[in-house]
């Protein structure tokens, strides 16, 4: 069900473009991470189990939150949960190889969010399609190929490219100067609140909070749009 907080009429008329997100809006980040995790182990001879699993995850969330905060930049989450997880397996000398190999192994992981692939070949021909992520550039672009779904975006805008991460308002300004376009004309669908829907919000972005677990919202962040699933995109009209 499609519960938008501010709803005007003719949302064709009032954008041309759509930023999304990656993680958690277009690949399913839980079962990329797991696939990419248990081939990383096994390549460096690390016991891996659910256990093993729980423990990457929980480091890995929490850095994530701060960094959604503005409190770490993409790379500290990156070199940060490298060191921690190789602490706490007992192999810390592994740390560098292990933020190297499980890089290397996440490029390969394509696991989508269900109807991802719909939305995105249902809305390329009627807006230019533009990915905007946090991360590193040539990981996302190389997921995007190996899904199949690279052609069907005019541009990827990554962090590490960008130079500023999602919510900082300068992400979003470098990627609106280089298509020219004005910040109304877009609209961002993202699953953060805080990084996609409050950056792009603070950018004079229209908003769609994609929330498929249909969490309540006790912040002052307020998206244009909000949906549970992406073929509910679909019926904004």
Same mark, same amino acid.
């Given at each position: 069900?499609?519960?938008?907080?501010?709803?005007?009429?003719?949302?064709?008329?009032?954008?041309?473009?759509?930023?999304?997100?990656?993680?958690?809006?277009?690949?399913?980040?839980?079962?990329?991470?797991?696939?990419?995790? !248990?081939?990383?182990?096994?390549?460096?001879?690390?016991?891996?189990?659910?256990?093993?699993?729980?423990?990457?995850?929980?480091?890995?969330?929490?850095?994530?939150?701060?960094?959604? &905060?503005?409190?770490?930049?993409?790379?500290?989450?990156?070199?940060?949960?490298?060191?921690?997880?190789?602490?706490?397996?007992?192999?810390?000398?592994?740390?560098?190889?292990?933020?190297?190999?499980?890089?290397?192994?996440?490029?390969?992981?394509?696991?989508?969010?269900?109807?991802?692939?719909?939305?995105?070949?249902?809305?390329?021909?009627?807006?230019?399609?533009?990915?905007?992520?946090?991360?590193?550039?040539?990981?996302?672009?190389?997921?995007?190929?190996?899904?199949?779904?690279?052609?069907?975006?005019?541009?990827?805008?990554?962090?590490?490219?960008?130079? !500023?991460?999602?919510?900082?308002?300068?992400?979003?300004?470098?990627?609106?100067?280089?298509?020219?376009?004005?910040?109304?004309?877009?609209?961002?669908?993202?699953?953060?609140?805080?990084?996609?829907?409050?950056?792009?919000?603070?950018?004079?972005?229209?908003?769609?909070?994609?929330?498929? &677990? &249909?969490?309540?919202?006790?912040?002052?962040?307020?998206?244009?749009?909000?949906?549970?699933?992406?073929?509910?995109?679909?019926?904004?009209?």
């Amino acid at each position: 069900m499609i519960s938008p907080n501010n709803m005007k009429a003719g949302l064709k008329k009032m954008i041309n473009t759509i930023f999304m997100d990656i993680d958690d809006t277009i690949f399913d980040f839980n079962q990329c991470s797991y696939d990419a995790l !248990f081939e990383t182990c096994a390549l460096l001879n690390i016991t891996f189990s659910e256990e093993t699993y729980r423990l990457f995850r929980f480091l890995d969330a929490a850095l994530w939150q701060e960094q959604k &905060k503005g409190e770490l930049t993409v790379e500290d989450v990156m070199s940060l949960r490298a060191g921690r997880f190789a602490e706490q397996t007992g192999t810390p000398e592994l740390a560098g190889e292990f933020q190297l190999t499980f890089r290397q192994a996440l490029s390969s992981q394509t696991a989508l969010v269900p109807d991802a692939e719909k939305l995105i070949r249902s809305r390329s021909p009627c807006f230019p399609l533009y990915a905007a992520s946090n991360g590193i550039k040539d990981v996302q672009i190389s997921r995007l190929k190996n899904a199949g779904l690279f052609p069907f975006f005019a541009g990827i805008f990554v962090s590490d490219d960008i130079g !500023f991460e999602k919510p900082d308002i300068r992400f979003f300004k470098v990627c609106l100067s280089r298509i020219r376009r004005k910040p109304e004309e877009v609209l961002m669908i993202g699953d953060s609140l805080w990084a996609d829907i409050a950056g792009a919000a603070a950018g004079g972005l229209k908003t769609c909070w994609f929330n498929p &677990k &249909k969490q309540a919202n006790s912040s002052a962040i307020i998206p244009d749009y909000e949906i549970s699933g992406l073929l509910e995109f679909l019926t904004l009209k």
